[in-house]
């Protein structure tokens, strides 16, 4: 084919309600020249043989220890022969045009990285039926990755009506670029695609956003997903990521909005952790005021956030930690 190869990877993990579907919004990529590569992480359902029954030239399927989604990702990456990488989680959808529509629009690049509108539903919903939107700031051409990444990590309070939070399976990256910036990191954090993706954007000479195709992500109402973990090691590798993601950027831009959007960062960790984990809800808060956090001191319903103004955030959390454990 004159088409460019396109390699599309799934990491799988206990997905045996969601893989077939996956599996078949790949397989429908209008996009003709692609192949799939899925890399069971040693599930312990019924994954495994679901996907086994899709195994094809085309469809190759491969089985790892449990070393959880970036390092399936990564033995993707090795296995993987296209020019352009597509990450699919294994419990979310493609439109049947997402790959073609960012392929047309990237124009062959190297050097520049796809993106499309991200669609989220929960789980059960009819994702067909949501209304389809391109009216985030990110859904336009952007030619500055600083200032892409800048707008994208900051809030209302620093940069209105920027911040957000851009899905994985949303990019389309030339493997140029992932060879270019490395890797994805092998600790087990909800950010884990955060982080990578800064690496990447920074490498790129600019994002491009397609206004055909649609990333459906569906989200789960009892989390039980790596995102919805409380364990002090999601924590402290969520805690890594901010501190990457700020060393990345402040070495590409001498200016203080930097430290003034990560204080953000930190300072929402160091109160989400407490009293659960007091050390290093320390780290992070004073990290966050080394930075000059400014902000709002504690967001949650209305109720708790008055409470929080008369008896402090910290007695707030602990209240709340007593009360529902969390």
Not at 216 to 223: G, L, S, V, W
Not at 298 to 305: D, E, F, L, R, W
Request: hydrophobic content about 35%; charged content about 25%; glycine content about 6%.
């Amino acid at each position: 084919m004159n088409q460019p190869l396109v390699s599309i990877i799934i990491p799988l993990f206990n997905a045996e309600k969601y893989i077939a579907e996956t599996i078949q919004s790949a397989l429908n990529q209008t996009w003709p020249n692609k192949e799939i590569i899925i890399i069971n992480d040693s599930s312990t359902d019924n994954s495994l043989a679901i996907a086994n029954k899709y195994a094809s030239e085309n469809l190759k399927i491969f089985t790892q220890e449990n070393k959880g989604a970036s390092a399936a990702r990564n033995f993707g990456l090795k296995e993987a022969k296209g020019e352009y990488i597509q990450f699919l989680d294994a419990d979310d959808l493609l439109s049947t045009d997402k790959i073609e529509g960012q392929m047309g629009h990237l124009k062959g690049s190297k050097t520049l990285i796809g993106l499309c509108r991200v669609v989220h539903f929960d789980d059960g919903d009819d994702y067909r039926a949501i209304d389809l939107k391109d009216d985030e700031w990110f859904c336009k051409d952007n030619n500055d990755p600083v200032d892409f990444l800048l707008k994208l990590h900051a809030g209302n309070e620093v940069m209105p009506g920027y911040g957000g939070m851009i899905q994985p399976n949303s990019w389309l990256t030339p493997k140029a670029l992932i060879e270019k910036a490395g890797i994805w990191n092998e600790f087990r954090c909800p950010d884990d695609d955060g982080e990578f993706f800064c690496r990447i954007i920074l490498a790129s000479e600019g994002v491009r956003y397609s206004v055909t195709g649609t990333n459906y992500y569906r989200k789960h109402k009892h989390n039980n997903t790596l995102s919805g973990q409380k364990s002090l090691s999601a924590y402290e590798s969520m805690l890594l990521s901010i501190d990457l993601k700020c060393s990345y950027l402040k070495q590409r831009v001498n200016d203080s909005i930097v430290e003034t959007i990560f204080a953000r960062h930190y300072w929402e960790i160091g109160v989400v952790v407490y009293p659960r984990y007091r050390q290093l809800s320390k780290r992070a808060i004073n990290k966050a005021l080394e930075y000059g956090y400014k902000g709002p001191k504690y967001k949650a319903g209305p109720v708790s956030t008055w409470l929080s103004k008369i008896l402090g955030w910290r007695l707030v959390q602990i209240i709340t930690y007593i009360r529902f454990n969390a």
